[in-house]
């Protein structure tokens, strides 16, 4: 079935450094669809962004990924952290031969300190 | 802000007991999933609804659990016989359709402790 890693249980910069939270996945469908969750602690998860095109850059909020289907990565990015990203972030697939459920990683902690 | 809405936010339950959690989607959102998110913050996917149909769900969910999205009432996820390992965030989602690259909206979660 499909599966989704993320490598890092656990990165801690310091503030205005770059972010770069892995994500690989395995799915036997070509066409997947991909997404980053962000869960601010006591809060939700909630949609950060989502990509299905190859080699397509999206960004959100400071934030950018881009779906490279050659080697099934979908790593979240963003230039300068801040102390408000901190946060735990989950990469997520999704496709059209399973739609019924989302398939979550096991989530990366971002600590941003001052 | 999500308008998905979860009760009870925390629950406590001794081993044995029947665990119930209420969950109403985002209006408009057929589709209803639920996720139990254990202490190191995993996500396992444990059944979804579309109305009051299920679509897919675990092996667990249907041995010791029972759920449900009834037309005009909360959806629920009812554990039949508490154990230790159930102590978790349950987590309802809903979203607008089937679609893979629809959004998925979720609850501030109900807190099992189970003890």
């Known amino acids: 079935g499909d599966s989704v890693t993320q490598t890092e249980g656990l990165v801690t910069l310091t503030e205005g450094l770059p972010v770069m939270l892995n994500c690989t996945y395995q799915t036997i469908y070509s066409n997947p669809f991909l997404f980053w969750y962000v869960q601010h602690l006591n809060e939700s998860p909630r949609l950060l962004l989502k990509s299905f095109t190859d080699n397509k850059r999206t960004e959100h909020q400071g934030f950018h990924a881009t779906l490279h289907k050659s080697s099934s990565s979908f790593h979240l990015q963003k230039s300068s952290a801040q102390l408000s990203d901190s946060a735990l972030y989950y990469c997520?697939?999704?496709?059209?031969?399973?739609?019924?459920?989302?398939?979550f990683g096991t989530g990366t902690r971002l600590q941003v300190l001052p | 802000n999500s308008k998905v809405i979860q009760t009870p936010r925390y629950l406590v339950k001794g081993q044995g007991q029947k665990a119930k959690m209420r969950c109403i989607p985002e209006k408009g959102h057929p589709v209803v999933f639920w996720y139990q998110q254990n202490k190191n913050n995993e996500f396992k996917f444990l059944i979804n609804f579309q109305n009051q149909e299920v679509l897919q769900q675990i092996d667990m969910t249907e041995k010791r659990f029972s759920a449900e999205c009834p037309s005009n009432s909360p959806c629920s996820l009812e554990i039949q016989s508490s154990e230790a390992g159930d102590s978790a965030l349950y987590l309802c989602?809903?979203?607008?359709?089937?679609?893979?690259?629809?959004?998925?909206?979720f609850g501030k979660g109900t807190r099992l402790t189970v003890v």
């Open positions: 989602a809903s979203s607008l359709d089937r679609g893979a690259n629809t959004e998925v909206f």
């Open positions: 997520a697939l999704s496709d059209r031969a399973n739609t019924n459920k989302v398939v």
